[in-house]
């Protein structure tokens, strides 16, 4: 286990691969967090932000097998690891305490 | 869309993408592109998908470690499995692995001999050590400048000498022989290069020893039992590495001394000397010493009056131009009293002042960085050749196996090599195959050297065997030339889809590169060409030369040197007064025709000529003879007569001429009466003398005696006088069918001065030398020349039968069609002959330019253009290359159509 913060890109790219269900590859994540983010997102962000976040154990790949409408080429699924499950959580409810002590500070 | 747009394929072949994820990167690409192209339209999915590929420089991937990671243990284990693997492979294909090795070990073997003779003769640590700090001492005045300095000047120079350390060295031979100190001198013992020196000579030219010690001050107090210290040379050869040397006594000429030191390997100072022994040791070895006299210093030296050569070590710090003042300054205090040299003894020259220059590039023995260049450059430029033209057949036939293993090479990379990897192993192979090799290549070196070293005459002195440089250079060009050989078919194979092999399809399509295969083929056929065209031109030198008319009879005719010392270091009365017995003695010797003295004997090796003033490019030879000259040599007079002996004795101003010098300056006229025409310089051996330009009183027949080659017959002989006989040498003839003559002579000779030593040589052994240079050549280059053809036609059948093979379908096929077998063997014989035929025009024009640049020296008179070496050379390699490459395709072009395309 590795160095164990999370960037924003890479928050939205953990959280697009759990949306969109596990094995799904760098196409659709692209897809989606593009459109979530409504901004231009590369596929060169996805693919290195993939394999941050597999080399920091929050994701796992194996090759799927030959999909006949990608001219037969095998392509790398993602899922999440539980671990990464655990992270997302984690920043998950460290936003909501942040948020929730502004809310008590009656800034808003 | 079925695929990427190609500048987007192309720009991902140039990105950081690993090669192994790159088709998934491309697929990727490729969705994503259809699916904006459908959804924005073409313009939008361009734009995203060039963006999306720059992307992969600008976010590259953080490194992941794989499994073919490139640790130094995984190379090694690599290499190992890659061995093995390359044993099994050669074992199926023994033919292919004797051919690479043959092929590779000649020309290893080839080159690590060239180096090694090169490497002895130029480039070992011959001289002393920093030698720009060991500058030679010239002796100067105002007209001359010498190398040698009298023992006694030498002696002065050292005591007064304050910024350099002054040593002097003699060179001479002596019969030397190891002995139990009891015997006496030997007779027979063999002559070996003697280098007598100064005590600190060993500090000063910094030689390290390997066994005991180098010589003291002290050892010249020892002159009646030297001390001696022997080279590594002599300590191999004549005492076999006995490490008891140190101690041994030893017989040197006739002095009985005891070997105190080894020197180191490589320190032969000067010029190839076998051992050493100390200057004031010449009278114990030489005999009673010539003049024993009251010396300088008050004490008798028991030494000759001998030159010596005298050079020095620079004191630390010390400027160069300092000490060369200063040692002037000594010198300028010896040409007063000084008893002078037998040149020096002229009045005119002895009252110039004497100055020494320093000068580091004399050396002692050591060659000039020209001399050396001279050398260095045509050897390595003939060991490129032959490496070239091992290193292109060992490619060739490399090459030829990776088409039959183009299916291995798919397996391997289906399996998930990277090409990297493959090439490695391709590498690793021919390494192999190199080590073996240079194995072999290095036995044969070292069997070859000896036999190259007499061919080229090099001096029995000379330390051919090999030594670290020479294992070096084999082991650099083993590597080098190893992964070049390995690298060629990895090259070949470049841009070829490792792949498609697999599919069996295809094959026809993608036809692999085959300009690399003509140009290796093209190489070797112009190398041999090269060398066959040398080979025949000095064969034919070598009939030529032999059939040159030297215009004498060599047989019986012999040359006496009489060995008592260099004439020039001394007035040489003693070789005069040993003339004035042995003349007389000779004469009385049955079976002796004839004798007469000469300045130059044939083909002794000297020359004396000039250069006439209206034909700058023709040289004229002058020799002074006695007036016997002409009959002991057996050249008829022409017109007029021969010298009188009263003519001789008074230096008269007459001359004899050749023939074609009489034709070419006076034509049809008679030259008779005439002086020597003003464009002819006469040689002046006295400057004190008014040149005097003598008369012709004779003319006679042409002859031949420096330089054959040459066949220069232009001669002027002049009478020897009595007072310059210590500079001559003796010619006799001798009777047809008498035996046992020479060796009488030379006993004679022998009693009559024990001190000389009596060198007699065979005129026509000279002459048989000199027409072997050609045939010596000749026998190299025809070698070598055999053996690039012989290699030449097994790459062009191994690498015609396999491409054959691979075009049988294409064969069939035309066969099919209609075409007879004629038209299939002209089809094949000429693409493969194509590039041979290309080698040898190449080959030729290469073959041109070497024999006109550099051997018509050797040639006797054979155009370098000769058309039948270059006609011969053409035809020979022609032919054989069409049997190696007709033998497969006949075969491949005798196969049955039908069977071959049922097959496929």
């Not at chain 2, 300056?665 to 009466?673: T, V």
Request: glycine content about 8%; overall charge positive; proline content about 6%.
């Amino acid at each position: 286990m590795k160095g164990q913060h999370l960037g924003e890109f890479e928050e939205f790219t953990l959280l697009a691969v759990r949306a969109l269900g596990d094995n799904t590859y760098a196409v659709p994540i692209q897809q989606y967090v593009e459109k979530v983010t409504a901004r231009t997102v590369s596929i060169g962000a996805i693919y290195a932000a993939l394999a941050r976040l597999e080399e920091k154990g929050f994701l796992r790949s194996t090759m799927s097998e030959a999909v006949a409408q990608r001219g037969g080429k095998s392509k790398r699924v993602y899922t999440v690891t539980p671990t990464g499950l655990r992270m997302a959580r984690d920043l998950h409810r460290m936003r909501e305490r942040i948020w929730n002590a502004i809310a008590e500070g009656g800034r808003s | 869309v079925t695929r990427l747009p190609r500048p987007a394929r192309w720009l991902l072949r140039m990105s950081p993408v690993p090669r192994e994820t790159r088709a998934e990167v491309q697929a990727d690409l490729h969705e994503l592109f259809i699916k904006r192209r459908s959804d924005r339209g073409a313009a939008h999915a361009h734009w995203r998908l060039y963006h999306d590929v720059l992307s992969l420089w600008t976010q590259p991937r953080p490194a992941t470690p794989d499994a073919t990671s490139a640790s130094v243990f995984a190379l090694v284990r690599d290499a190992g499995a890659d061995l093995r693997y390359a044993a099994r492979l050669f074992g199926r294909q023994p033919a292919i692995l004797l051919l690479t090795i043959v092929g590779l070990s000649l020309g290893l073997g080839i080159a690590t001999a060239a180096f090694s003779i090169m490497n002895a003769a130029t480039l070992r640590g011959e001289g002393p050590r920093d030698p720009d700090r060991a500058p030679v001492i010239l002796r100067t005045t105002d007209r001359s400048m010498s190398t040698t300095w009298t023992y006694d000047e030498f002696l002065r120079l050292r005591d007064g000498s304050t910024r350099m350390q002054v040593e002097a060295v003699l060179t001479d031979v002596a019969p030397v022989r190891p002995t139990d100190g009891t015997t006496a001198a030997d007779a027979d013992a063999p002559s070996t290069a003697l280098g007598l020196v100064s005590g600190g000579f060993f500090a000063a030219t910094g030689a390290r020893m390997l066994l005991g010690r180098p010589f003291e001050a002290a050892d010249e107090q020892h002159a009646d039992s030297p001390p001696v210290v022997v080279s590594f040379v002599f300590w191999t050869t004549a005492l076999n590495r006995d490490p008891q040397a140190v101690g041994r006594r030893i017989r040197v000429g006739r002095a009985a001394g005891w070997i105190v030191g080894v020197a180191e390997r490589g320190f032969s100072v000067p010029s190839n000397r076998r051992l050493w022994i100390p200057l004031t040791a010449y009278g114990a070895v030489y005999g009673p010493p010539l003049h024993l006299r009251q010396g300088y210093g008050g004490q008798v030296k028991r030494t000759p009056d001998m030159g010596v050569q005298v050079f020095g070590r620079l004191a630390p710090g010390v400027p160069i131009s300092e000490a060369e003042a200063q040692l002037s300054g000594v010198a300028a205090t010896l040409s007063g009293d000084s008893s002078g040299l037998g040149a020096e003894a002229s009045p005119t020259a002895a009252d110039s002042a004497l100055r020494v220059r320093l000068d580091p590039h004399a050396g002692l023995g050591r060659m000039s960085s020209t001399e050396r260049l001279a050398i260095v450059v045509p050897v390595f430029a003939v060991i490129g050749l032959v490496l070239l033209l091992a290193c292109a057949n060992v490619a060739t036939v490399l090459i030829a196996t990776a088409i039959t293993r183009a299916r291995e090479m798919g397996v391997r990379a289906a399996l998930g090599a990277s090409r990297w990897r493959i090439i490695r192993q391709l590498v690793t192979e021919s390494l192999a195959l190199g080590a073996v090799a240079a194995g072999i290549g290095l036995m044969f070196a070292v069997w070859a050297i000896p036999m190259i070293g007499t061919m080229i005459e090099a001096p029995a002195e000379a330390d051919l065997a090999p030594d670290l440089n020479v294992y070096l250079f084999l082991g650099i060009v083993t590597l080098v030339s190893g992964v070049a050989a390995g690298l060629a078919p990895a090259w070949h194979g470049r841009g070829v889809d490792l792949l498609t092999p697999l599919t069996g399809e295809a094959r026809q399509d993608r036809v692999a590169p085959k300009r690399l295969r003509s140009m290796l083929v093209m190489t070797q056929a112009a190398v041999s060409v090269l060398l066959i065209v040398m080979a025949t031109l000095f064969v034919r030198a070598t009939f030529r030369a032999a059939a040159i008319d030297v215009g004498f009879e060599p047989a019986g005719l012999y040359a006496v040197a009489p060995g008592l010392g260099d004439p020039f270091n001394s007035d040489g009365a003693d070789i005069r007064n040993f003339w004035a017995r042995a003349i007389p003695e000779l004469q009385t010797v049955p079976g002796i025709a004839s004798l007469s003295l000469t300045e130059l004997t044939p083909f002794g090796g000297l020359v004396k000529t000039s250069v006439p003033r209206d034909a700058p490019g023709r040289l004229i030879w002058f020799k002074r003879t006695g007036a016997g000259y002409f009959e002991t040599l057996g050249l008829r007079t022409l017109a007029g007569r021969t010298f009188t002996r009263d003519e001789v004795r008074s230096r008269a101003p007459v001359a004899l001429i050749s023939q074609s010098l009489a034709r070419a300056y006076w034509q049809d006229r008679s030259p008779l009466g005439q002086v020597l025409p003003t464009e002819i310089p006469v040689p002046q051996l006295q400057p004190s003398f008014a040149p005097v330009r003598p008369v012709v009183i004779g003319v006679v027949a042409d002859a031949i005696t420096e330089r054959l080659h040459e066949r220069n017959t232009f001669a002027v002989y002049e009478p020897l006088h009595p007072a310059s006989e210590h500079f001559a040498q003796l010619l006799i003839r001798v009777s047809p069918g008498a035996t046992g003559v020479i060796d009488q002579a030379g006993k004679r000779l022998r009693s009559i001065d024990p001190q000389a030593n009596v060198r007699i040589a065979s005129v026509a052994a000279r002459l048989q030398q000199e027409e072997g240079r050609p045939r010596m050549l000749a026998t190299l280059s025809g070698v070598v020349g055999i053996v690039a053809i012989v290699l030449c036609v097994i790459g062009l059948y191994g690498l015609t039968a396999s491409v054959v093979g691979q075009r049988a379908r294409e064969m069939a096929v035309r066969a099919a069609i209609g075409a007879d077998r004629g038209d299939l063997l002209r089809l094949l014989m000429w693409d493969s002959l194509r590039p041979v035929a290309l080698g040898i025009v190449v080959g030729a024009a290469a073959a041109v330019l070497v024999s006109r640049a550099v051997l018509t020296a050797v040639l006797f008179g054979v155009s370098p253009q000769d058309p039948i070496a270059f006609g011969s050379a053409a035809v020979i390699l022609l032919a054989v290359a069409t049997v190696g490459v007709l033998v497969p395709t006949r075969r491949a072009s005798a196969v049955d159509a039908a069977s071959v395309l049922r097959q496929s």
